[in-house]
């Protein structure tokens, strides 16, 4: 099947563009995607401030731009993680895990979707809250953070980090049975998927290494895609 691109008028359509040709650029587009999100999860906790936030020196951490920098890297890397996962799913299209593969995506995608609103309630709330607590130099104000933190929101990316979590198991099982990825490229990235929860109680250096522990499965995954890639290409 071809697809034109152009006007209606004859003189001015395009060269015709082949679905695989479409396939294979976006393919590609989407390994480059998985990656540049493993490495955005290390970014994000290396960047985040980190203090005492019972007193204002957390008032100022939620009040720096590191603060919102921080949170906006986390975000991003959920959603170009879940595109590099569609590149997935297609790369592994013809095959006996092409289902299963959809399933995990599915999960990945709708979890991701209940996880980031806590993102934004994280970096917009309290970096405003950080600010009103230095002007008024008011610890009090600080506290509210747990209230945004342990009110509904919570339960939204808890629900959504279990949801992902288990896309993320489907999707390692995927690529193990698949026969044309490495089989261990998607433990990784699972493991860290299912400690993305528990690793928000641990310090920085701990989160930091959890980060290492997710890029690590996503570029994986993602230099898998692109040998595949290339592969059809040469065919």
């Known amino acids: 099947m071809e697809i034109h691109i152009g006007s209606e008028k004859g003189s001015d359509i395009h060269p015709l563009v082949s679905r695989g040709t479409a396939k294979t650029y976006f393919t590609r587009k989407a390994a480059i995607a998985l990656a540049i999100s493993g490495i955005l999860f290390v970014v994000y906790p290396s960047l985040r401030p980190f203090s005492d936030e019972t007193s204002l020196s957390g008032a100022a951490a939620f009040a720096s731009t590191e603060w919102i920098v921080s949170h ?32 995990g995506l599915v999960l990945i995608v709708f979890g991701t979707g209940l996880t980031l609103p806590f993102y934004g309630a994280e970096v917009f709330g309290l970096n405003a809250i950080g600010q009103e607590a230095l002007n008024r130099q008011n610890i009090d104000l600080v506290s509210l953070a747990n209230v945004i933190r342990f009110g509904p929101g919570f339960f939204m990316i808890l629900g959504g980090l279990i949801i992902v979590g288990a896309g993320s198991v489907i999707t ?64």
């Open 72 to 103: 906006t890297v986390a975000i991003l890397a959920f959603v170009l993680m879940t595109i590099g996962l569609f590149g997935l799913c297609v790369a592994l299209q013809d095959t006996i895990v092409e289902k299963l593969s959809l399933q």
């Open 172 to 235: 390692a099982i995927a690529i193990w049975k698949s026969r044309i990825m490495s089989p261990w490229s998607g433990i990784p990235f699972a493991f860290g998927i299912l400690m993305y929860l528990p690793q928000f109680m641990g310090t920085q250096p701990i989160r930091v290494a959890h980060g290492v522990i997710l890029a690590v499965g996503c570029v994986w995954i993602g230099a898998g895609v692109w040998r595949q890639n290339q592969k059809k290409m040469n065919r």
